[in-house]
């Protein structure tokens, strides 16, 4: 049920945030009252401990990057990274952090080569978030 979650919600958030560097509140809404739901029925791991935790350190993670990329990164991204830690855990948003920043760092990496200069641009960083979630959660729990 998680796994077909964050690949249908993370397909969302990659077309919305690419074309209108936006991420919706209605949908962050709509999977906080799902992780609501499914900490305190049970029924997908992980535990509500780690839910929690995985929340308060998106919250933490990605504040801290919006604050110290100047503003270059949107109140959305920290939403929808409480999301997906909600959703994967503390152990899978780890995972996700990593990759995601990784493969946001060489997709910079490749616009500023091809442009010539330092890529200076606002890239949306909710298809990143979404692709690091759905590996991040594969590679610890396999498809559930």
Do not use: N
Request: charge should be positive; aromatic fraction near 10%.
């Amino acid at each position: 049920m998680t796994s077909v979650l964050l690949m249908v919600m993370g397909l969302y958030v990659c077309l919305e945030d690419s074309l209108r560097l936006r991420i919706p509140d209605f949908l962050i809404t709509g999977v906080l009252i799902l992780i609501v739901f499914f900490s305190i029925v049970g029924i997908q791991p992980p535990s509500a401990a780690s839910r929690l935790t995985g929340m308060a350190a998106a919250w933490g993670q990605i504040h801290l990057s919006r604050i110290f990329s100047g503003g270059k990164m949107g109140l959305g991204d920290v939403k929808y990274g409480i999301v997906l830690a909600g959703l994967t855990g503390i152990h899978s948003w780890i995972l996700a952090v990593v990759i995601s920043s990784v493969l946001a760092l060489v997709f910079i990496l490749i616009l500023s080569v091809k442009d010539g200069s330092l890529y200076r641009e606002k890239i949306p960083f909710g298809p990143f978030l979404s692709l690091g979630a759905v590996t991040g959660w594969v590679w610890l729990w396999g498809l559930m």
